[in-house]
T-cell receptor, first 114, second 112 residues
């Protein structure tokens, strides 16, 4: 079946502009995660959605970052007033909630803030 | 919160030799430890995982060992091949939580 998809694959924006990144999880997966991967670095947790529960926002680096998940499926990560340090690859992952923790990653969105 | 340390950051081995990557974690309540492989420009993919109720798990040339007392776990790759070259990430999940905490990654290079 289809895996996790993300769009756009690449995004170049100017400092101060807002950006929206989209994630389509695997159908039927109730858990959705956003991570940030800076050049040559590890995976930094940003936010996690599980079904109808309140999201775990503990990883969001500032109030410029927000995310929502509509209808328990598609998620959008929004970065307001982008800064150069926001440049990174933003990865989305999804998993089931039936005792299997395997997270399946999307291809990522490479964000460059000029 | 949980903290995961991964070593080494880079590792270079001759083709056919073994490679070992080690991770330590801080929260004794962690109970799930996956390993992901990320090839250049591609998404991370799960290669093997282990739960806290077992000490070792093997899948062909890949094995993972877990020492709960010392709070560390290791990835072992035997008979390395050029296609094993990638960045490898370990992670830990605290019991009752879904969030994974990742190590900083190890860039493994297999020299022909």
């Amino acid at each position: 079946g289809a895996g996790v998809s993300q769009s756009p694959s690449n995004k170049v924006t100017e400092k101060g502009k807002d950006v929206e990144l989209r994630c389509d999880p695997i159908s039927g997966h109730t858990a959705l995660y956003w991570y940030r991967q800076s050049l040559g670095q590890g995976l930094e947790f940003l936010i996690y959605f599980q079904g109808n529960s309140a999201p775990d926002k503990s990883g969001l680096p500032s109030d410029r970052f927000s995310a929502e998940r509509t209808g328990g499926s598609v998620s959008t990560l929004t970065i307001q007033r982008t800064q150069q340090e926001d440049s990174a690859v933003y990865l989305c992952a999804s998993s089931t909630d039936r005792g299997r923790e395997t997270q399946y990653f999307g291809p990522g969105t490479r964000l460059l803030v000029l | 919160g949980e903290n995961v340390e991964q070593h080494p950051s880079t590792l270079s081995v001759q083709e056919g030799d073994s490679a070992v990557i080690k991770c330590t974690y801080s929260d004794s309540a962690s109970n799930y430890f996956p390993w992901y492989k990320q090839e250049l420009g591609k998404r991370p993919q799960l290669i093997i995982d282990i739960r806290s109720n077992v000490g070792e798990k093997k899948d062909q040339r890949i094995a993972v060992t877990l020492n709960k007392t010392a709070k560390h776990f290791s990835l072992h790759i035997t008979e390395t091949q050029p296609e094993d070259s990638a960045v490898y990430f370990c992670a830990a999940r605290i019991q009752g939580a879904q969030k994974l905490v990742f190590g900083q990654g190890t860039r493994l290079t297999i020299n022909p």
